[in-house]
């Protein structure tokens, strides 16, 4: 089963990104919400995305989208950044079953390669 690892779920608004996302970093995040599944309930992941400079404003610029929940992680580098999002993208569905309608592209000036397919070959 595909795995975020991502801390979260939150409820997507500006006072809990501002609660929970503290760090200006790069990173990765996931919009979705709660569905019920037998006694608990499940992140349902319906958007994926990433900040090169800083996940706390990319998280709020999305909040027209109206999402309900959100789910977060800081990244080591942007290049780290980039191969998540790629890998959520895929792991999710990609344009099939995400809102994302096309591949997550690599940032300006870089050559960087999708760890899960060719696109940029």
């Not at 991502?6 to 609660?19: H, K, L, T």
């Not at 959100?70 to 990244?75: H, N, R």
């Amino acid at each position: 089963m595909a795995s975020l690892d991502m801390q979260g779920a939150y409820d997507f608004n500006s006072s809990e990104i501002d609660r929970v996302v503290t760090k200006t970093s790069f990173g990765n995040y996931a919009l979705g919400h709660l569905e019920k599944l037998g006694e608990g309930e499940t992140f349902i992941v319906e958007y994926v995305g990433r900040s090169d400079t800083d996940i706390n404003k990319e998280l709020k610029a999305r909040l027209s989208l109206k999402y309900s929940k959100f789910k977060f992680s800081y990244a080591t580098s942007p290049k780290d950044a980039f191969e998540k999002e790629c890998r959520n993208y895929h792991d999710f569905g990609g344009s099939d079953k995400l809102a994302n309608k096309i591949h997550p592209d690599r940032p300006a000036g870089t050559d960087w390669k999708c760890p899960s397919c060719n696109i940029f070959d």
